[in-house]
């Protein structure tokens, strides 16, 4: 295998005038892995925000095969330590198989999803639809102490340290990793049992599955799920007692399938299904409710309220953008990126499960997505989601907005135009209680300085904006998901 860095840089093949909508301006990759200890702080660094910011960012390395969509890039894990008033950063690209592989050649080997699987240079690959590249680009959480990077399409799951960001190797969870199918981004991690509960799908029968994995990263549960047909699953949201899984009617047609082609079309006819299974549940103790069709990316949390479920995500209005509009076929996919585009809203879906009764109702009106939650009220009780708005048409978050579920209050901030943001990490004030007494933490894209920087905001003042921030080494490309994992649960902390 050669060698995939030189002098710390990861070697790019792409253009240096590339102007790809995502791969320019906010979305210009990086391809330089930097160690930057005790970062300058400007404002007030509270002296108990401490732990680790860990983002996820798509930096592709070589044009692509036919057509590039940003999802295809390689991920890339930001890491920002908050620890005795000192702000430390490092960025690591995961060493998955498909990246060494492309570095090898010099190229890329694994068309992306904007292209025809065919068009692959590899027969191999990875992804529910398969002959795709797992960018380990999706998500990033923290397991048993050591972060863990995941793909949106099932792969393998990437284990980093969560302090110097080494590569750790895959998840073998004692030796059953599903690997024939892979996992899906958007594990779930129970604080409470330190538990991580995982999908995975596929365009072949069992469509889903369902498993968990210990404190001790041991599979100990994994289990088909029936659905009527191959479905795309974004996300799943699990209870004290219960997982949640989803049947929404915006799928890859089956007969296109068949002719190796691969559409997400919506079918309004059709409702949306939510699945109910106890966390240890066989596949025929699964229970399905039926609510208003729409599809869902991303849920904040869900809990048990007497008899009834109650889950609580983001409602889509529009799950398939129209066909017209600037740009043509590109633009149409780009639409499908931009959460105004989607009309996506806070919604909250009820099943009770002695009477089987469902009811659902929007919790805001505003136009956010990307919702998190102090992951201490993960799968328990909670009231304040905190979630992004974005720039219109674009995959870009241009400010925060904070929901109170339990009266509907929001507060907002919005950053200065040309300024963008990450998912927030809720990171909980050390020796707080209350769900807000946290810090959000998050990085910016500022178009206006050319740089990025780590702000910090109190969880209990969004509006008040920004009290820290810590510029980074160089300007990062935006991306996906994020996370935050207090000192103590990270492996080598102490
Ligand atoms: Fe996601």
Known sequence: MADVEVYGKMLSTLPDDDDHPYRSGAWRPQNV???????????ELPADLYGVYLRNTENPLHPAIVRYHPFDGDGMIHKVSFRDGKVSYRNRFVRTDGLLAEQEAGRSLWAGLAENPNASARADGWGARGRMKDAASTDVIVHAGVAVASFYQCGDLYRLDPLTLDDLGKCSWGGSFPGDRGVSAHTKVDDHTGELLFFNYSTTAPYLHY??????????????VDLPGPRLPHDMAFTEHYAILNDMPLFWE?????????????????????????RRGGTGDIRWF????????????????????VVDGFFQGCPEPSAAGPGGPDGRMWRFLAQDAMQTRLHRWRMNLVTGATSEQDLSEACTEFGTINSGFGGRPYRYTYAATNEPG????????????????????????????SEVGVAPRVGGTGEDDAYLVTLTVDMNRDLSECVVFRAGDV?????????????????????WAPGDSLRGWA
């Open 463 to 483: 509006g008040r904006g920004p009290i820290a921030r810590a510029q980074l080494p160089e300007r990062i490309a935006s991306g996906s998901h994020s996370c």
């Open 211 to 224: 498993g968990v994995v210990d404190a001790g990263d041991h599979l100990v549960h994994y289990v088909p």
């Open 290 to 309: 039926e609510f208003d069709p729409t599809y869902v990316l991303h849920w904040t949390n869900a809990w048990e309220e007497g008899d009834e479920v």
């Open 33 to 43: 892995e930097y160690d930057a200890d005790d970062l300058r702080v400007e404002g």
């Open 394 to 421: 674009w995959f870009l978050f241009n400010g925060l907005v904070k929901h109170d579920t339990l009266t509907g209050r929001e507060e907002s901030y919005q950053f200065e135009p040309g300024v963008f943001c």
């Open 254 to 278: 089956p007969d296109l399938i068949a002719r190796g082609l691969y559409a997400a079309r919506y079918h309004p006819e059709l409702p949306s299904r939510l699945g109910v299974i106890p």
